[in-house]
């Protein structure tokens, strides 16, 4: 039976209205809009090309826009892509980006450049290496002399290390074994019971979908289906289109 607090709608952590984006007057995005509640895990899923990694430049501010980005409470149009990542909103680039002429732990820390809290940013460091324990047989050693499984863990720990309010990961499984897949897909999970909010961004559809509660597919720079994860699993129109079936 549903009680009282059932009856509370929930705010959402993330709300895109009417999202408009594009390169040089070509427009990309057209009309987007999605939302992402705390604590969920929320793939945005699509083929090459159909402007997935365009609207998570639009939402870090890295790309310029049209419409409303609304991140817990808090208006990002017309922000710096510096003051967007104040307010906890936080990337896992594709190609992971890393320094790699540093070493994984100075990586990390990286991350944490604008806290001011140390002892909490060595408690998280602590965390970390306990969630990625190849991270800590390797935290002297230089972040692109490592595998690409590896470089994936750096990447997303360093986002890690910023204690973000949400983490957008693009393309996380791109070039990677099915097994080390696997392994960051659990490191998810667990990171999202810790109470973070995940965005995730993936050419894999089925991937995405199966470890998420909710999810949107793009196609040509639109949201054509939305819904709960497994609704969207059992789609017709989505297995044909993305799962092969």
Same mark, same amino acid.
């Given at each position: 039976?549903?009680?009282? %607090?059932?009856?509370?709608?929930?705010?959402?952590?993330?709300?895109?209205? *009417?999202?408009?984006?594009?390169?040089? =007057?070509?427009?990309?995005?057209?009309?987007?809009?999605?939302? #992402?509640?705390? %604590?969920?895990?929320?793939? &945005?899923?699509?083929? *090459?090309?159909?402007?997935?990694?365009?609207?998570?430049?639009?939402?870090?501010? @890295?790309?310029?826009?049209?419409?409303?980005?609304?991140? *817990? =409470?808090?208006?990002?149009? /017309? +922000?710096?892509?510096?003051?967007?990542?104040?307010?906890?909103?936080?990337? !896992?680039?594709?190609?992971?980006?890393?320094?790699?002429? @540093?070493? $994984?732990?100075? *990586?990390?820390?990286?991350?944490?450049?604008?806290?001011?809290?140390?002892?909490?940013?060595?408690?998280? &460091?602590?965390?970390?290496?306990? &969630?990625?324990?190849?991270?800590?047989?390797?935290?002297?050693?230089?972040?692109?002399? +490592?595998? /690409?499984?590896?470089?994936?863990?750096?990447?997303?720990?360093?986002?890690?290390?910023? %204690?973000?309010?949400?983490?957008? $990961?693009?393309? @996380?499984?791109?070039?990677?074994?099915? !097994?080390?897949?696997?392994?960051? @897909?659990? !490191?998810? %999970?667990?990171?999202?019971?810790?109470?973070?909010? #995940?965005?995730?961004?993936?050419?894999? $559809?089925?991937?995405?979908?199966?470890?998420?509660?909710?999810?949107?597919? +793009?196609?040509?720079?639109?949201?054509?289906?939305?819904?709960?994860?497994?609704?969207?699993?059992?789609?017709?129109?989505?297995?044909?289109?993305?799962?092969?079936?």
């Amino acid at each position: 039976m549903s009680g009282p %607090a059932d009856l509370i709608p929930r705010t959402p952590l993330l709300k895109v209205a *009417n999202l408009g984006a594009g390169y040089g =007057g070509m427009p990309v995005l057209h009309d987007v809009s999605l939302e #992402v509640y705390p %604590a969920e895990m929320v793939a &945005l899923v699509g083929s *090459n090309g159909a402007g997935k990694t365009t609207l998570l430049r639009a939402l870090s501010r @890295m790309l310029p826009c049209s419409g409303s980005i609304v991140l *817990n =409470g808090h208006e990002l149009a /017309g +922000m710096t892509p510096d003051q967007a990542f104040g307010l906890g909103l936080v990337q !896992v680039p594709e190609g992971r980006q890393l320094f790699d002429r @540093m070493t $994984v732990q100075d *990586n990390l820390l990286m991350g944490s450049y604008r806290r001011q809290d140390q002892a909490a940013v060595n408690r998280d &460091l602590d965390k970390i290496y306990t &969630l990625f324990p190849r991270l800590t047989e390797r935290r002297r050693q230089l972040a692109g002399s +490592m595998s /690409g499984g590896e470089q994936q863990m750096c990447a997303m720990a360093r986002a890690l290390m910023a %204690a973000p309010v949400l983490m957008m $990961v693009d393309e @996380m499984s791109l070039g990677l074994a099915p !097994v080390v897949v696997q392994q960051l @897909m659990e !490191v998810l %999970a667990a990171i999202q019971r810790d109470g973070v909010t #995940v965005l995730l961004v993936e050419q894999d $559809v089925q991937l995405a979908l199966s470890g998420s509660d909710r999810g949107y597919v +793009m196609e040509t720079g639109r949201i054509v289906h939305h819904g709960q994860a497994r609704d969207l699993i059992d789609d017709p129109a989505v297995q044909q289109a993305y799962l092969g079936l």
